[in-house]
Nanobody, 115 residues
Framework: QVQVAESGGGLVQAGGSLRLSCAASGIIFSISTMDWYRQAPGNQRELVASITGGGSTNYADSVKGRFTISRDNGKNTVYLQMNSLKPEDTAVYYC?????????WGRGTQVTVSS
């Protein structure tokens, strides 16, 4: 059974930093692309960052230069380091992976950035 679980959200002032973690199980983690999405109230869920099994990364334009996605294959965990946070980064952040065409999502972790 595939499971992904996020942690690390919270409340932070603008300009601050947070690190999100996502632990995955039930997949061959080292070859799996892992993604972070976010959804703000009233908005569609959007892709924030992705990392392939080989370590290639991709970022939304809105977070480039501020967020860094990384992975630890020994711990089956993917991270999202978020720096220089802005109020518009406020959202529920979700971890996602895709195994043989089936999408798996975590429950999400709330990130709130106060101005």
């Amino acid at each position: 059974q595939v499971q992904v679980a996020e942690s690390g959200g919270g409340l932070v002032q603008a300009g601050g930093s947070l690190r999100l973690s996502c632990a995955a199980s039930g997949i061959i983690f080292s070859i799996s692309t892992m993604d972070w999405y976010r959804q703000a109230p009233g908005n569609q869920r959007e892709l924030v960052a992705s990392i392939t099994g080989g370590g290639s990364t991709n970022y939304a334009d809105s977070v480039k230069g501020r967020f860094t996605i990384s992975r630890d294959n020994g711990k089956n965990t993917v991270y999202l380091q978020m720096n220089s946070l802005k109020p518009e980064d406020t959202a529920v952040y979700y971890c996602h992976t895709n195994r043989w065409g089936v999408h798996y999502w975590g429950r999400g972790t709330q990130v709130t950035v106060s101005s």
